[in-house]
């Protein structure tokens, strides 16, 4: 904003304008955005059911918010989807390979 444009919403605050003041509220303390709490806990991701089990486990005992924990379940099970895709990519290439070594007469 500039000069003008400060002075203005300085005299409509002064003069008892709402609008003013909610102009200079909005610039001058914006409201926080929500965000999420961070939470600590160990699990073994190593079996996704059950690292998702634990997380409910922590949801029931007030350990994890829901919204976050929630959030944590979606975050695994994309993880997992991720590394689902990658380990197909690497068998289409292993069989890729092998169509190529049979038609080159090397299997």
Known sequence: ????A???IKAGIEAGDAACLKIWADRCDPANKATMQT???IA???DLTQ?????????SKGEVPPDVGN???NAAASAARVA???????E???????????KNGKA
């Open 39 to 41: 939470v600590e806990f």
């Open 51 to 59: 690292f998702s089990m634990s997380v409910l486990v922590a949801i």
């Open 44 to 46: 073994d991701t190593t």
């Open 84 to 90: 689902d895709l990658d380990e197909i990519r690497r």
């Open 1 to 4: 904003m500039g000069p003008k």
């Open 92 to 102: 289409m290439e292993e069989l890729l390979q092998m169509v190529e070594e049979i």
């Open 6 to 8: 400060l002075k203005a």
């Open 71 to 73: 959030q944590i379940i």
